[in-house]
């Protein structure tokens, strides 16, 4: 799915602990991951989002934690490992040209893409792949770094969302980051 993708070995610098004064993953997905759903976390790198998300949905819930490195996967097992929580993450390796979720048709209730879709080369097809595992009225969160990513950028690729099916439902206010919450097919005069 993309032409360049981050090193594995940046995902240690994606762990650190003052990354938290900018991006708090319980403000950020508090309002949307909740007791008992099944997320996912597309580019999921070593898991800075997937545990407190795991943490988020209970022992009721799962979340797949899906990225395109074996060692950035690796990485994450040994931290859902560590915290007791490696029975609520589902992992799976991606291809360039294909999330691989095909049988998860439906089955998701929320979708986190953070700081990944400028990677992606065929943002099209990663956007139809998200609207098919999602249920209906499931959300997408979109968020890309400021600076990384134009606002042309961002909204070339909210556009290209919203053609996919999906429905801007809010622009969040995310630190240093362009951010939209998506809805899989509902009018937003509906939600």
Not at 50 to 59: E, F, Q
Not at 104 to 110: A, Q, S, V
Not at 163 to 169: A, V
């Amino acid at each position: 799915m993309s032409t360049f993708v981050c090193p594995w070995w940046m995902g240690y610098l994606l762990l650190n602990p003052f990354r938290k004064l900018i991006h708090d993953p319980h403000k950020i997905l508090g309002k949307q991951v909740k007791h008992g759903m099944k997320a996912m976390d597309v580019g999921c790198a070593m898991g800075y989002f997937s545990l407190p998300m795991a943490k988020m949905v209970g022992d009721q819930g799962k979340v797949i934690c899906i990225d395109l490195q074996d060692k950035m996967l690796e990485r994450l097992v040994k931290r859902a490992t560590k915290e007791d929580l490696l029975h609520r993450i589902e992992t799976r390796v991606c291809s360039y040209d294909s999330l691989k979720v095909s049988d998860m048709k439906e089955e998701i209730d929320f979708v986190l893409a953070f700081a990944m879709i400028h990677e992606v080369k065929d943002k099209e097809r990663l956007y139809k792949e998200l609207y098919e595992v999602l249920k209906p009225k499931g959300t997408l969160l979109v968020v890309e770094p400021k600076g990384h990513v134009s606002e042309k950028d961002f909204a070339y690729s909210m556009t290209l969302c919203e053609e996919s099916g999906f429905t801007l439902m809010e622009r969040p206010v995310i630190g240093k980051s362009n951010g939209a919450l998506f809805q899989k097919g509902i009018a937003f005069n509906q939600k």
